[in-house]
C-alpha cells in the first residue's frame, strides 16, 4: 500500500460546516455517547451481579451490550472531538483501523441479534427442551462465533482496501471512515471492490435481516398456542428485540444497498445507526423488561445500603 500510495492523511468534511451548527451537534452527541457508555455498561454490570439475571437470554443481552459500547465508541469519540477542530484529519492507517474495528463490532452485533432470535424461537417453541438446547456452552460458542463472524467480514474489508493506491484528493466527504466514501479517494476503477462490499455488508445485512423477520414470524404463529398470559410476556420480549432489529438494520440497508452519495441526508442516517440507536437499545430493553428493571433496582439499594453501613 505504502509503494503505490502518496496520501497519508486524510480530512473529514464532517456532518456539518457551519461552526455554530457543529457547536449545537456537540452539545447533543456528547450526552447521546455518554448515555450509551453508561447505560450498556449499567445493563453489563447488572446481568453480572445479579443471579436473577442467570438465563441465557441475559447473557446475551450482556454481550449485545458490550458490542454496543464497543461498537459506538469506533465512531462517537473521534466524530465528537472533531466537532472542535477546524481542520477534521485522520491517517490512513487510522482510517483503516476505524473501518476494520466498526465492521467487526457492527456485524458481531448482527450475529448476536442472530443468536438472540433463535435464543427466543427455542424458549417459546420449544418450552420443555429450552435448557437442555441452550446449554452454558453453546451460549458462549455461539458468542465466540459472533465476534469470529465479525473478524472475518473486517478482515475481508480490509483486504479489498488496502490495495488500492491513493494518489489524492485526501478529503472524505464524511464524518468518519467507510468504504465507499474512501473508494472515492482511489485513482483506480472500484467496481470490483464495490460488488465484494456490496456483498460483503448489504447482502449480508439483508439476509440477516430477513432470518430475524422469518424468525419472528415463527415465534408469534406458536404463540396462539400459549395462554394469554405467556403471550403478553413473550410478545413483550420480542417486542424489544424487533424495535432493536429494525432500528438497527433499517438504516444499514439503506445505505449499503443503494449507490453512495454525498448527500447530507445519508451522514444523518448514518449518525443516526452510529451514535443514536446504540443509546436507545439499553432504554428499549430496560423499559421493557421488568425483571431488568427489578435487578438495577436491587443493585442501587445494595449499593446505597453499604453506603451507610
Known sequence: ???????????FTGLFQDPVVQRVCLVVFLPVYLTTVVGNGLIVLTVSMSK?????????????????????????????TDLLAKIKTISLEGCLAQIFFFHFFGVAEILLLVVM??????????????MNIISRQLCHLLVAGSWLGGFCHSVIQILVIIQLPFC??????????????????ACTDTFMEGVIVFANSGLFSVFSFLILVSSYIVILVNLRNHSAEGRHKALSTCASHITVVILFFGPAIFLYMRPSSTFTEDKLVAVFYTVITPMLNPIIYTLRNAEVKIAIRRLWSKKENSRRE
Open 52 to 80: 436473577s439475571l442467570d438465563s441465557p437470554m441475559y447473557f446475551f443481552l450482556s454481550y449485545l451490550s458490550l458490542v454496543e459500547i464497543s461498537y459506538s465508541s469506533t465512531v462517537a469519540p473521534k466524530f465528537i
Open 117 to 130: 432470535a433463535y435464543d427466543r424461537y427455542v424458549a417459546i417453541c420449544k418450552p420443555l427442551h429450552y
Open 168 to 185: 489524492g484528493p485526501n478529503v472524505i466527504d464524511h464524518y468518519f471512515c467507510d468504504l465507499q466514501p474512501l473508494f472515492k479517494l
Open 1 to 11: 500500500m505504502a509503494s503505490t500510495s502518496n496520501v497519508t492523511t486524510l480530512i
